[in-house]
């Protein structure tokens, strides 16, 4: 009853899912996704809270369904505070210039629409340092590394010079894609040719890069010849890996 509500995307599944809870029957794992994409596509935020309240206390924040409903209901919510945002600059007639644009890209990517994001970008007529990087930014939290790649020899084209946190972008991009070689070339490149000094972000961002390919024994010898302060940020990175790939691969004592 409460799938078939559910899928006709009627209130009635709310009143009787409360009816099923007050009956003593202890939900399942194929009862509350049920629910929750009902709060999802209706944007009911306070029931979709409470959804996930009801999750935890039972115990189900573990099982991968019921987490993959809550994460897509969440996403879907951002999404939709983004296009109410983004509705309102265009009927205010706000124009999209360095600082608003750069804002509203890094909105859309964070809320899981890369495409809205990157349709944004192309559009801006003036677009700088900070611009080009917020948009690599982008393409590398959605795994877009070659998109990211493209993206900086277009900057490069165009005359601006990367920065610091344009290469930790591109090294977070790489990583997350899975081009050691790429990023790798990055990282000589930023000191060769552009004079950008590694920090321990960068550092973090090639230990993560040799880390999530299996190199661990790259990742542990960069980290002793390195010679700033190493922080929790680039020993998580490692030990990251070291879960990932099994202990026996990384000479880290635990």
């Not at 194929?30 to 994409?37: G, I």
């Not at 115990?59 to 996403?75: K, P, Q, R, T």
């Not at 983004?82 to 809320?111: E, N, P, Q």
């Not at 610091?164 to 591109?170: K, P």
Request: with cysteine.
């Amino acid at each position: 009853m409460i799938g078939g509500y559910a899928k006709a995307g009627d209130y009635m599944s709310y009143s009787t899912f409360r009816e099923y809870m007050r009956s003593g029957i202890r939900p399942d794992n194929f009862t509350l996704p049920l629910v929750m994409k009902v709060c999802r596509d209706t944007k009911d935020l306070v029931m979709g809270r409470l959804m996930h309240n009801v999750v935890y206390k039972l115990g189900f924040s573990s099982y991968c369904f019921v987490a993959a409903v809550l994460v897509d209901m969440y996403a879907k919510w951002a999404m939709h505070k983004a296009k109410i945002v983004d509705d309102y600059i265009r009927s205010m007639k706000f124009s999209l210039d360095v600082i608003l644009g750069t804002a509203v890209i890094d909105m859309h990517a964070k809320c899981g629409n890369i495409e809205f994001a990157r349709e944004i970008f192309d559009k801006m007529r003036e677009k700088n340092v900070i611009s080009w990087s917020t948009m690599i930014a982008a393409h590398g939290y959605h795994g877009e590394g070659e998109k990211s790649l493209d993206l900086f020899r277009m900057m490069l084209g165009e005359g601006i010079l990367p920065n610091s946190i344009t290469f930790v972008l591109l090294l977070y991009s790489c990583s997350h894609s899975g081009l050691v070689e790429e990023g790798l070339r990055l990282f000589t490149l930023m000191q060769e040719e552009n004079g950008v000094r590694p920090d321990v972000k960068h550092f973090t961002c090639v230990v993560d890069l040799f880390g999530r390919a299996g190199k661990l024994d790259q990742a542990l010898k960069m980290i002793e010849d390195m010679n700033i302060e190493k922080d929790a940020g680039l020993w998580g990175a490692l030990l990251s890996a070291c879960r990932i790939h099994g202990r026996e691969g990384c000479r880290v004592p635990y």
